[in-house]
Every structure is written in structure tokens, then in C-alpha cells.
């Protein structure tokens, strides 16, 4: 699996997300334009000493990433659509897309990129979305669950 980020713009979320990747040994790929500087201080410290350890890979936009192949269904993540997360059938070569903070995936993506579009249900409605870090520690475990990962 890979955790795929576009367009992330919160520092510290990013940081916890690359502090899961790296406890985990599952590789990130950052999409820019990204909201902020990957030497931003919140970003280092959300991640502690723990970024050597981050298989990561930046790419400038997303046209920088769709020049490249690869490998692997896409799956997206939405706050608002799609089925439950446990109900996906995980593979090792997912590549697992989650949207900025505060738009979450472009509906052009859910509709023509990704090969199946997953949410994480809420049981409050008056409640948004989760944190973006929690999200993907979230699918990020459930999908190393089923594939027998420890």
C-alpha cells in the first residue's frame, strides 16, 4: 500500500500522517502544490526524528505525478461518499488518496481517477469530517489488518 496525499495543508497532519508511514514501513507520496514548506517547523516536529525512516516522494503537482506509472488500483477517501472503508478488499499495491483538509478529494477524481471511492462513517451529522490523520491511521491499519500485517 501507499498512503497518497493531494494537496495536504496542514503541517502537523502531514507530520503525524509521515510518523504512521514511517511505524509502518508504507511509503507517502506528498501531491502539491502543497500548504506549506516541507522544512515548516510544525511539519518537523509532528514527525519528530522519525522522517529518515519515511519512504517519501514529492511531486511538484499533479501533473507531475500522472507523468509518471504506477502501480495499483486508486483508491479515494471521501468524507461524503462511497461505502464504508471495511467493506474495501485491500491489496499490497493500493495506492490510498485522501484529499486537502478543507475540500477533501476533487468529485472529477472520485468520479474518473479513482477505482473505488471509500468513506469512514460518522455517526454525528453535525460533525464534518474526521482529522485527516486519524483518517489515514485508520484505513492505513484496517487495510494491514487484512492483509495480515502486524
Known amino acids: 500500500m501507499r498512503i497518497v496525499l493531494l494537496e495536504p495543508e496542514i503541517p502537523q497532519n502531514t507530520g503525524s500522517i509521515a510518523r504512521l508511514a514511517a511505524a509502518t514501513k508504507t511509503p507517502l507520496d506528498l501531491i502539491g502544490p502543497l500548504g506549506f514548506s516541507l522544512e515548516d517547523k510544525y511539519l518537523k516536529r509532528a514527525g519528530l526524528d522519525y522522517w529518515p525512516y519515511v519512504d517519501l516522494t514529492v511531486y511538484e503537482n499533479w501533473l507531475d505525478y500522472g507523468s509518471e506509472a504506477h502501480e495499483g ?78
Open 73 to 150: 488500483r486508486a483508491i479515494a477517501f471521501s468524507a461524503r461518499r462511497g461505502e464504508s472503508y471495511v467493506r474495501c478488499e485491500y491489496r499490497s499495491d493500493d495506492r490510498l488518496f485522501f484529499g486537502k483538509e478543507t475540500k477533501g478529494l476533487p468529485a472529477e477524481f472520485l468520479d474518473n481517477i479513482a477505482s473505488d471511492v471509500f468513506t469512514i462513517p460518522i455517526a454525528e451529522p453535525a460533525v464534518r469530517s474526521l482529522n485527516l490523520a486519524n483518517a489515514v491511521s485508520i484505513v492505513v491499519y484496517e487495510g494491514r489488518r487484512q492483509l495480515g500485517l502486524e
